[in-house]
């Protein structure tokens, strides 16, 4: 589990497709702190599992399934990802309960610079579009943002210095992709009246 803030930006050091598969090596430090083979990391809002850190970052497994279903299939070498650590059960949820699990690819529609934030507009599939609910949570490549307003195929986001600073929404641009996580709970709720309904 993650919670959507965070930790630091890296940079894709290698890429290496095996059979359909992708092995990606990240250049990070501050992630690295207390990491082992084994756990997980968040790489631009995408759970992934470390294979083997060599001090200078890790590497990871990326299946076919998720090259597919998420804009990781189109990292090369330089390429900058999110990173976050899963959290400690005793850590502190500062974001909101992010899996890691990718619902969909969405497209950055427009870009309002303001005076210190920039405002966002970003399309979503229509599958994912009953998830998204004024000021409630999503997750844009890892990082948990509060829905400022939404319609039927998209909704707007507003990017805070710190945001803008400190992960790769800053440098997003109108026709970019980004992975798309909605609210956990929001589905659970459809699932258990959707359930209720048929009994």
């Not at 990240?26 to 790489?43: C, F, K, Y």
């Not at 500062?94 to 899996?99: A, P, R």
């Not at 969405?106 to 229509?126: F, K, Q, S, Y």
Request: charged share 25%.
């Amino acid at each position: 589990m993650f919670t959507g803030l965070v930790e630091e930006v890296g940079t894709v050091r290698r890429r290496t497709d095996v059979a359909g598969a992708t092995v990606l090596t990240v250049a990070a430090t501050t992630v690295l702190e207390g990491l082992r083979p084994g756990d997980s990391v968040a790489v631009s809002g995408v759970c992934l599992t470390i294979t083997e850190l060599d001090g200078h970052g890790f590497r990871a497994d990326v299946m076919p399934e998720t090259l597919r279903r998420t804009t990781l299939g189109a990292l090369a070498p330089g390429s900058r990802v999110n990173l976050e650590r899963a959290v400690p059960a005793d850590g502190r949820l500062g974001g909101h309960l992010v899996q890691g699990h990718v619902d969909g690819v969405g497209t950055i529609r427009a870009r309002r610079p303001g005076p210190r934030w920039d405002e966002v507009d970003i399309t979503l599939p229509a599958t994912l579009s009953r998830y998204v609910a004024e000021k409630g949570s999503v997750a844009v490549d890892g990082v948990s943002l509060t829905v400022a307003g939404c319609d039927a195929d998209s909704f707007g986001v507003a990017l805070v210095p710190t945001t803008l600073a400190r992960t790769t929404l800053g440098e997003r641009a109108p026709g970019d992709e980004v992975n798309l996580e909605v609210d956990v709970i929001a589905k659970y709720v459809e699932r258990l009246l959707t359930a209720r309904a048929t009994a």
